[in-house]
């Protein structure tokens, strides 16, 4: 099913992404480019906000769908690039330039192996293809107001494009940010007066450095909290009556985001007030037929410690993609065009080995 041209509109399509900016919540150009890629393709896309989407031409509502996600929108770029982060630089056999790898790649590997399903008859399965907003900060505009808009057909599970060096990420941890407050007495710093707060917040660190919670995932390993944040005082001979912290909990699947909240809440004297308890862990059994179509055609799994739309999911979901984490944010990011052809081609791989 592989072509040649598909490469090259996708890496078409990814050079005109890079020169358009679409910082979180900015992505409005984007969203047009997408929207006017499509048309061109001869297909109707929907829009909601910044995202866009589309289902195959024969959509057969008794048969079940699958979404195709990934997003649009990018992190600033840094102060250490040396190329310019919004022109599509081809070097070296790489295409260089802001959003190339995170998540620019996956994104147009995708949309190319939907344009090749779209118009295929008597499929097992539905494509749903939605390029989302806002996925970098997590926002509630991106893939969360899709979902809630009613606009979407049932879904039964989804494939997230991230850059994973094109193996399969099966598990993914959860993110839960609490911001913590310890309560002492205020007193002169000269006298024996007050309890410090800054004391009590230490023991409260101690306690979270050395707590162990039970359950140890086999793909995403244990539940880490990390304490991150930390403030207090405002005067050198006053003794602070309050300490606030933070907490970055990154959570396996074998706990919810509530269970992690309540064992904390066991160990520490702050008063815990979570930020949002959005973002779960998540895990596709290895029985489901998607996974076994990536055994089939040798592709690793692993579980993720890195956080993406899966989180916003509530519906079995993968994570996979060309390009490579660790590039992601960096300076001069980058795709290797041989990338971008290895995504198409596993993209279509699996949809073509899948058997539901």
Known sequence: MYQESQFLAAKDLLAQLIACPSLSKEEQGTAQILVDFFMAQ?????????????????????????????HHDTVKANASWTFDPF??????GKLIGLGSNDAGASLVC???TFVSFYAVENLGFNLLIAATAEEEI????????LLNSGHLPRIDFAIVGEPTDCAMAIAEKGLMVVDAKVKGIAGHAARNEGVNAIYLA??????????TFQKVSDLLGPVKTTVTVINAGKQHNVVPDICDYVIDCRVNE???????????????????????????????????PLVQAAKGLGIPLFGSPTLSDQALLPIPSVKIGPGHSGRSHTADEYIFLDELKQGIQTYQNLLTTLSI
Request: hydrophobic share 35%.
């Open 138 to 145: 997590s926002g509630t505009g991106g893939i969360e107001a």
């Open 202 to 211: 230490l023991e409260d660190i101690q306690h979270i450095q050395n707590h």
């Open 42 to 70: 001869g297909i109707q896309p929907n829009r909601l906000g910044n995202n866009v989407w589309v289902t195959n031409l024969h959509f057969d509502a008794s048969k079940p769908t699958i979404l195709l996600n990934s």
């Open 110 to 112: 995708l949309m190319a």
């Open 254 to 288: 074998c706990y919810s985001l509530e269970e992690v909240l309540a064992e904390l809440k066991t160990i520490v004297q702050a008063e815990l007030t979570p930020r949002s308890m959005r973002l779960n862990s998540s895990r596709m059994e290895e029985i489901h």
């Open 87 to 92: 022109k599509a630089t081809e070097q070296e």
